[in-house]
């Protein structure tokens, strides 16, 4: 199945192409047939004819993400309509009826300059698909990787507390969080149930004073070296989005030394939920791992020998390496579609510490294969 992503390059395009992908890896891992053949869209390949036309060609799922939501009032009126008109039309010039969800705003509702540009385009793909298509009407959207200072709070607040700042804060303040991993989920679920109309997902409500002192506790902790109580799928989400804010400039994590003439000890993992603590050997040369995770938390400390751990987003480019050693133990903490592995550099066995936020289940590993150098 041919499935479309425009805007692929913001929060929630990522997040949907990364959970596709992640089915494609499962589906080879296996064996299978992978089950998508995924074609994202950023700016500058929707805007090339021949590009576009060649995407939407067999097209049988468009993720209609593409938006402008920051500009001048003319820029904002004009470009979402333009952006609705231009998809339609090139499905008609490919003679293509792909099922189309399209993400809208609860700002759709008012009579501002956005509210009626995201309407307009609304209005444009239900005149194309005859009312036939997902209208995802969708609350605050949050997740790793989102842009501070662009309309997302919670990004916002995640950056200040990183770089020690105190923002001025708005008591009678509201927003309804709801993660961009969930909503691409939702997406995929009405696309492939051909579920047309407007649907609304709810998210979390939370007061804005509330969003900043949770986040606040997650910093404190984590700089503290505890792992805060996971349990509760919304802070597990909101936690993976602040350490991800970390990474890379913020890596490896320090961990405390204590020596005497007995040797050494540390703490490699404290958390205040329950979690999944093991070690490894890895034999010289053998590299461990090339696979990623979609919402587990875990942490890697070398305590014994010298490696690399490289990491690598998914679906990019961009690995990073870092140099480790149990002689100066350190912890490099995994974030979700990051795919990694750890590489034995030297001539004996490497010893790893692992700790993990829940305890491993076969049936349900959140583990994708996918090599962090080579093919993607």
Known sequence: MKIVITGARGLLGWHSAARLHADNCGARYRGDAEPWTLV????????DDALLADALAGADIILHWAGVNRGSDGEVAEGNPAIARRLVDFCARAGVSPFIVYANSTHAALDTVYGRSKKAAADIIAAFTGGAFCDLVLPHIFGELARPYYNNVTATFIDQIWKGEKPSINADGRVELLHSGDAARIAMDAALARRAGTLRPEGRA??????????SAFHDDYMAGIFPDLADPFDLALFNSYRTAAYPHRYPRALTVNADNRGILFESAKARGSGHAFLSTTRPG?????????NLVERFVVVSGKAVIRVRKVLSDDVHEFFVSGDEPVAIDQIPFHTHHIQNLGDSDLITFFWSHRIFDRANPDTYQD??????
């Open 40 to 47: 994202p869209l950023d700016r500058a390949a929707f805007n």
């Open 206 to 215: 939370i007061s804005v004073a509330d969003l900043w002192d949770r986040l």
């Open 286 to 294: 053998i590299v461990r791992g090339d696979h990623f995770h979609s």
């Open 371 to 376: 090599p962090v150098l080579g093919a993607q």
